[in-house]
């Protein structure tokens, strides 16, 4: 079995691929749902939107649940104290998404046109809201989140709802949702035909480019505006638990230092910039795939970007940086990592065979006329 550092490592790295998956699954289907009254002008379009997603939907969700399961077991006082200090922030999160089965289940359940798009809104919002507060909370990190621990490791939070609705962290926010809203259009364009492919097709034009502006934006505000933090003092990787075991400051030039100290990891925001030029251009020529590729490189870039300025980092404190949460010291024991790096081994392999499966036997395009075929199968 692994040492504890590389354990540690190893499930970092983990974490970050399960995140990534729910991103990459889930985040085309909010995307596609958060579009939803814009590129359906009618109640069939709207259908032909809804049952792209509908055979994958509920299972894109279950990468959420995987990965907040993974933290918990993995880093149970980060887990602790971001579900406590976010804790409003994931009730908004956990409500929009209730939203989610109710809509898709009960929308087509009465012919009344003023039902169905009550349920068309509800989606819609149920949609955005999630793919905002991701994007708002990722940004907070960079901020540092008011918290401290005391000596037995109990955790005060000073902070509340509204402080979260900060300038930058709305700016994260806006970086998630245009992320996010490519990649749903890009997956309508590869699933639907006629005129919701065009508006998928414009719509991918639109969001690529508020995904390009407010990346970069972010990226330069937190280079020139805002100072990261640095362990200052030696850490044992394979010592106990202990957080307030070291030395943290402020002297971290914009989240830079990991940037200047492994320049390969500079490949990530290339990366994410490349991800959404590529959606924008191959959106402008009609190349589906090659559009759905862009947005996917997006969010593997984004998401990369964001986990390699943070390094070490989980859960920076901005009232106690030595209170601050990092992979090395949050972690669990040296046993529980490797036990579940044995499940993990065996499981998620298995998970993305049957996954990839189940995409390529419900593979094709849905069409108007599939809908009106079907009005009592489908949703």
């Not at 990346?215 to 044992?236: C, E, K, P, R």
């Not at 202990?242 to 002297?251: A, G, R």
């Not at 499981?347 to 009592?376: C, R």
Request: charged letters at 10%; hydrophobic letters at 55%.
């Amino acid at each position: 079995m692994f040492d504890y550092e590389t354990l540690k490592l190893i499930w970092w790295v983990l974490v970050g691929v399960l995140l990534i998956g729910f991103a990459l699954t889930d985040g085309f289907d909010l995307g596609a749902v958060i579009l939803l009254p814009f590129v359906g002008k009618t109640d069939s379009e709207r259908r032909v939107v809804l049952n792209t997603m509908g055979p994958h939907w509920e299972g894109n969700q279950v990468w959420l649940v995987t990965a907040a399961g993974a933290l918990f077991a993995a880093w149970p006082i980060v887990y602790a104290a971001s579900f406590s200090g976010f804790y409003w922030a994931m009730l908004i999160v956990l409500f929009a998404l209730f939203t989610r089965p109710l809509g898709f289940d009960y929308r087509s359940k009465i012919d009344n046109p003023n039902w169905r798009s009550r349920w068309d809104w509800t989606l819609c919002v149920g949609s955005f809201v999630p793919s905002l507060v991701f994007g708002v909370a990722f940004g907070n990190l960079f901020l540092g989140v008011p918290f401290m621990l005391d000596d037995t490791m109990r955790i005060t939070y000073t902070g509340g709802f509204w402080g979260l609705l900060n300038p930058f962290g709305i700016l994260a926010g806006l970086v998630s949702v245009a992320m996010l809203t490519t990649h749903g259009a890009t997956w309508l364009m590869m699933r639907t035909d006629q005129q919701i492919f065009q508006r998928s097709r414009s719509a991918v034009q639109l969001f690529a480019i508020v995904f390009l502006i407010t990346f970069i934006g972010a990226g330069l505000w937190l280079w020139l505006g805002i100072q990261g933090y640095s362990v200052t003092s030696m850490i044992n990787f394979n010592g106990p638990i202990d957080p307030l075991s070291k030395i943290v400051e402020q002297n971290n030039p914009g989240w830079m230092a990991n940037y200047t100290q492994y320049p390969i990891m500079r490949i990530a925001p290339i990366v994410g910039i490349v991800g959404g030029v590529l959606a924008l251009l191959a959106a402008t020529i009609n190349r589906s795939a090659l559009a759905f590729l862009g947005s996917s490189l997006m969010i593997v870039g984004a998401l990369c970007t964001a986990g390699f300025a943070l390094f070490p980092f989980l859960m920076p404190s901005s009232i106690d940086p030595a209170s601050s949460l990092t992979m090395w010291d949050a972690v669990s024991s040296h046993k529980t990592l490797g036990i579940m790096f044995v499940a993990a081994a065996i499981f998620v392999p298995l998970i993305l065979i049957y996954t990839l499966w189940s995409y390529i036997k419900m593979w094709g395009t849905v069409k108007v006329a599939d809908i009106e075929g079907n009005q009592h199968d489908l949703y």
